[in-house]
């Protein structure tokens, strides 16, 4: 009966990893979209003055994303502190989520003209490359409601 017992939870037991173990293996191969971090770098085939350019060039434009990703986190903990006090400003709730949406817009202009300027290093046969899989479209803002939304698509804002 002990044996018994010890097969059948070890086939349970086994089971359960190889199930565990494919679902994660699935999530570890998926791209997470066309701008996966230094994918579209290598898909690219750029040569060594590009890919130093354009790293400097990202290096440059990431401390004013940080400063204004840093004051939307500060907006957004504001205003999920007026959502879960007894006497909602509804006025402070608009400004706030507006200010989101500014910070988010800005954020926005930065990548776009940072994809500009990445573009034009490019040769002709890159920027085609780069156009047609979406590297000039990335980081989007979609599923977001007037700023507020934690832009996950699951409808929540």
Same mark, same amino acid.
């Not at 190889?18 to 066309?34: D, K, V």
């Not at 156009?131 to 939304?149: A, L, M, P, Q, V």
């Given at each position: 009966m002990k044996k018994q017992w010890v097969k059948s939870s /070890?086939?349970? &037991?086994?089971? @359960?990893?190889?199930? /565990? &173990?494919?679902?994660? #293996?699935? =999530? &570890? @191969? =998926? =791209?997470?979209?066309?701008? @996966? #971090?230094?994918?579209?770098m290598t898909e690219l085939n750029l040569n060594t003055q590009q890919m130093q350019t354009i790293n400097e060039m990202r290096d440059g434009m990431q401390p004013a994303m940080m400063d204004i990703r840093h004051q939307i986190r500060k907006y957004e903990l504001e205003l999920n502190k007026i959502k879960r006090s007894a006497n909602v400003d509804q006025a402070k709730v608009t400004e706030l989520r507006k200010s989101i949406f500014d910070s988010e817009t800005a954020i926005d202009a930065i990548q776009t003209s940072h994809r500009s300027a990445v573009r034009v290093l490019l040769t002709a046969e890159q920027q085609m490359i780069f156009d047609t899989n979406g590297y000039g479209s990335c980081n989007k803002r979609s599923g977001t409601r007037n700023g507020s939304g934690d832009r996950s698509g699951r409808g929540r804002g």
């Amino acid at each position: 009966m002990k044996k018994q017992w010890v097969k059948s939870s /070890m086939i349970v &037991g086994l089971a @359960t990893i190889l199930i /565990m &173990g494919g679902s994660l #293996q699935a =999530r &570890g @191969t =998926r =791209r997470s979209g066309p701008c @996966t #971090q230094g994918v579209w770098m290598t898909e690219l085939n750029l040569n060594t003055q590009q890919m130093q350019t354009i790293n400097e060039m990202r290096d440059g434009m990431q401390p004013a994303m940080m400063d204004i990703r840093h004051q939307i986190r500060k907006y957004e903990l504001e205003l999920n502190k007026i959502k879960r006090s007894a006497n909602v400003d509804q006025a402070k709730v608009t400004e706030l989520r507006k200010s989101i949406f500014d910070s988010e817009t800005a954020i926005d202009a930065i990548q776009t003209s940072h994809r500009s300027a990445v573009r034009v290093l490019l040769t002709a046969e890159q920027q085609m490359i780069f156009d047609t899989n979406g590297y000039g479209s990335c980081n989007k803002r979609s599923g977001t409601r007037n700023g507020s939304g934690d832009r996950s698509g699951r409808g929540r804002g």
